[in-house]
């Protein structure tokens, strides 16, 4: 069975550190997606990114980047410089290839950014 | 302009009533999904939908129903409401409903049930 594992369930930084958010997956499955999500304090949730299990390499987006390994099976999120806008929920989650998308979500890392 | 919209944003009401929540994309696309997040936080996919055709049915209770009248709407009907049925729902919509497509969610409907 497909599964996520965020396993820091809260982080709290000051304004300007570095802060990574780590997710850990389980699957058989050699073709798979996996995604970044935010849930702000107003509760909706944003899409980040997403990235398939042939693509290795690290992405960059601003203060956000992300690093996928295959061989750890994790694929985690650094945000660079972190504001007081980066206070939120953020979830990992990983495509089911079960013939239509079933996404299956972590269970979220509540990140805390005061000034 | 809002992409996927759900109604209402807040829904209180009492043990054993019946009621509905919309939504709505304006993206055109083919797959929609509703999901539950309970007061943990844990996010769930309860159906989804493909061209107005149920296509993932999770163990949900027969008390919730989705219809989708057309491909831009699902609505989600709950009869009976209970305590358990507390949570966040939340609406999605994908492109096609495969593998790698994104699926981009409503603002979410907070349901209480007293």
């Known amino acids: 069975a497909q599964k996520v594992t965020q396993a820091q369930t809260e982080i709290s930084v000051v304004e300007k550190e570095d802060v990574t958010l780590d997710c850990v997956y389980e699957?058989?499955?050699?073709?798979?997606?996996l995604f970044w999500y935010k849930q702000p304090p107003s509760g909706e949730l944003v899409f980040l990114i997403r990235?398939?299990?042939?693509?290795?390499q690290n992405e960059i987006s601003g203060r956000y980047s992300w690093n996928f390994q295959k061989s750890t099976s994790s694929f985690n999120f650094t945000i660079t410089a972190s504001q007081v806008v980066d206070s939120a929920v953020y979830f990992c989650?990983?495509?089911?290839?079960?013939?239509?998308?079933?996404?299956?979500f972590g269970t979220g890392t509540r990140l805390l950014v005061s000034p | 302009d809002t992409a996927v919209s759900q109604t209402p944003k807040y829904l209180v009401t009492q043990m054993g009533n019946d009621k509905s929540i919309k939504c709505e994309q304006n993206?055109?696309?083919?797959?929609m999904y509703w999901y539950k997040q309970d007061s943990k936080k844990f996010l769930k996919i309860m159906f989804s939908?493909?061209?107005?055709?149920?296509?993932i049915n999770e163990t949900v209770p027969n008390r919730f129903s989705p219809k989708s009248p057309d491909k831009a709407h699902l609505n989600l009907h709950i009869n009976s409401l209970e305590l358990g049925d507390s949570a966040v729902y939340f609406c999605?919509?994908?492109?096609?409903?495969?593998?790698?497509?994104?699926?981009?969610f409503g603002p979410g409907t907070r349901l209480t049930v007293l």
């Open positions: 699957t058989r499955d050699t073709t798979y997606y």
């Open positions: 989650a990983l495509s089911e290839p079960t013939g239509f998308q079933k996404l299956v």
């Open positions: 990235r398939n299990s042939f693509d290795e």
């Open positions: 993206l055109g696309h083919d797959t």
């Open positions: 939908y493909n061209n107005k055709e149920l296509i």
């Open positions: 999605a919509s994908s492109q096609g409903g495969s593998v790698s497509d994104t699926q981009y």
